[in-house]
């Protein structure tokens, strides 16, 4: 079991995650919020930018419905994604414009968190994580 801890006095759980560029070479950071309504793994189009892909990448044009209307963003698989204290190659993401304003570059999806049990206890600030497949 691994634990991944965030802060417990901000609005939102924010963790920790890496993305890989093409190729493996070249890694990013990221502030991630911890959404489990959301059934995608999301990051803003202007990190993935930055790390060398394009839409012309994309595995296709997706569309989100939101409060202001319909957005539209695309699917994306990156070389390496890694958050939680985990690592997964070859990852779909979804890259999208999110609002701005909470100091977050994307969100942490159904789509990952799929492949774990676990526990968020948010008075210790820790996520308690167990990977469930191989």
Known sequence: MKVA??????ELIVVDAQVWGPGG???RTLA??????SSETVI????VDELGYSPRDGEQITSVRAAIGKEQGYTLRVARF???????????????DLAT?????GLVGLS???QFNYQIRSAEGRILVERTTA
Do not use: C, N, Q
């Open 25 to 27: 070479r070249e890694k």
């Open 5 to 10: 801890r965030f802060d417990p006095s901000r």
């Open 32 to 37: 991630l919020a911890l959404d489990t309504a």
């Open 101 to 105: 304003g909470w100091g977050i570059d």
């Open 82 to 96: 890694a958050s939680l204290g985990f690592a997964v190659p070859d990852f779909r993401i979804h890259v999208f």
């Open 44 to 47: 803003m189009p202007e990190i």
């Open 112 to 114: 990952y968190l799929r």
